[in-house]
């Protein structure tokens, strides 16, 4: 059973990844992007050995969040290449043995699966994963799962020559990993969709209808989080604001969890998000320095303007993935005391 209360005012918690060892991956070859296809040669470990390896890489991020004093969990994502390759390219339908490559304007190259059958989860693919989180600590849990939208918007379609019923299609292979995570104790369920930014219009037509698709039949607390990307790979000035998010209003996700610390969001925007709860991104992920907790406290404060306390989850801006591992310790030390601070002044110990 775990130990916090769903109840507790501001909890913290964390979007989802936490650095993985130089021991465990190539952290040159990670720097390079973020890889839609699946990456093995990311892996330092020997396959025959690389479970063992991966099951004591996540047992490191479980302790430091634990010590560091966040109340909502993950595994770290430890396992995982990145937050959406491994899901997505283990469904039937999807082709990664052959991949796509694609084009950015500036030149930059990157392979993607492609569809070539009919989407269908055939077994699951992060229950396991879960279940070593679960025996392994006392605190509640969350899993993270790539959203239905963001898995469209990262492939490139030869069968379906329609791009709702293909997102719809991933929909529904996320929701069956979903109940099966949610049979298997998971105390906090989220989906990642920070590609309804890239393509507003098709988010407008059917993210909200493809979420809810994922989401249906889940009854523990969901998140929906959306974001600008990871700070170490996308360079520059990010935006203030988000173009699709006053739309996850309409969602039957219970929690929306956004960027704000690094790319200093006019927090006004959640007056759009009334009833649900709000996951704040108070830790700026964009550098390597340390917040006080007072820092923290201070961002936290702003939310408290827009959000009652009762709604507001604080959190890192993004996964912590690709932070030094002792940067993104200190970053969480933060968090939960700056978290404490905002409570004391409240009255709430």
Same mark, same amino acid.
């Given at each position: 059973m775990a130990t916090n209360s769903t109840s507790k005012i501001l909890p913290t918690t964390v979007v989802g990844s936490y650095p993985q060892p130089a021991w465990l991956v190539d952290h040159a070859l990670l720097a390079q992007g973020v890889p839609r296809t699946r990456l093995r040669e990311l892996w330092r470990i020997a396959p025959e050995q690389l479970q063992s390896a991966q099951d004591d890489a996540t047992l490191l991020a479980i302790r430091d969040m634990e010590r560091a004093g966040i109340d909502i969990i993950t595994d770290g994502e430890i396992r995982r290449e990145s937050y959406s390759n491994?899901?997505?390219?283990?469904?039937?339908? !999807?082709?990664? %043995?052959? &991949?796509?490559?694609?084009?950015?304007?500036? /030149? @930059?190259?990157? *392979? =993607?699966?492609?569809?070539?059958?009919?989407?269908?989860?055939?077994?699951?693919?992060?229950?396991?994963?879960?279940?070593?989180?679960?025996?392994?600590?006392?605190?509640?849990?969350?899993?993270?799962?790539?959203?239905?939208?963001?898995?469209?918007?990262?492939?490139?379609?030869?069968?379906?020559?329609?791009?709702?019923?293909?997102?719809?299609?991933?929909?529904?292979?996320?929701?069956?990993?979903?109940?099966?995570?949610?049979?298997?104790?998971?105390?906090?369920?989220?989906?990642?969709?920070?590609?309804?930014?890239?393509?507003?219009?098709?988010?407008?037509?059917?993210?909200?209808?493809?979420?809810?698709?994922?989401?249906q039949g889940i009854s523990v607390?969901?998140?929906?989080?959306?974001?600008?990307?990871?700070?170490?790979? !996308?360079?520059? %000035?990010? &935006?203030?604001?988000?173009?699709?998010?006053? /739309? @996850?209003?309409? *969602? =039957?996700?219970?929690?929306?969890?956004?960027?704000?610390?690094?790319?200093?969001?006019?927090?006004?925007?959640?007056?759009d998000l009334a009833g649900k709860k709000i996951m704040l991104g108070v830790l700026d992920l964009g550098n390597q320095q340390i917040e006080t907790a007072e820092q923290v406290a201070s961002r936290i404060r702003a939310g408290l303007k827009y959000v009652k306390a009762e709604q507001l989850i604080p959190a890192p801006d993004c996964g912590m993935k690709y932070l030094p591992r002792e940067v993104a310790f200190g970053k969480l030390c933060a968090l939960s005391q700056g978290a404490q601070l905002v409570r004391a002044e409240l009255g709430i110990l």
């Open positions: 491994r899901f997505a390219n283990s469904l039937d339908g !999807v082709d990664d %043995q052959n &991949p796509a490559v694609i084009r950015s304007s500036n /030149g @930059l190259e990157t *392979s =993607i699966p492609r569809v070539v059958g009919k989407i269908e989860r055939a077994h699951s693919v992060e229950v396991d994963d879960f279940k070593f989180l679960k025996k392994n600590t006392e605190r509640l849990t969350k899993v993270t799962l790539p959203g239905p939208f963001t898995m469209g918007q990262q492939a490139k379609d030869e069968y379906y020559h329609d791009e709702e019923a293909m997102v719809m299609d991933f929909a529904a292979a996320v929701n069956a990993e979903a109940l099966a995570l949610q049979a298997a104790g998971a105390d906090f369920i989220q989906l990642d969709e920070p590609w309804l930014r890239h393509d507003p219009d098709a988010a407008k037509r059917y993210a909200v209808k493809a979420i809810n698709r994922a989401l607390p969901t998140v929906v989080h959306l974001c600008f990307g990871y700070a170490a790979v !996308v360079k520059g %000035q990010k &935006p203030t604001g988000y173009s699709f998010l006053p /739309g @996850l209003g309409d *969602s =039957i996700a219970t929690q929306i969890s956004i960027e704000a610390a690094q790319p200093k969001l006019d927090l006004g925007v959640l007056a």
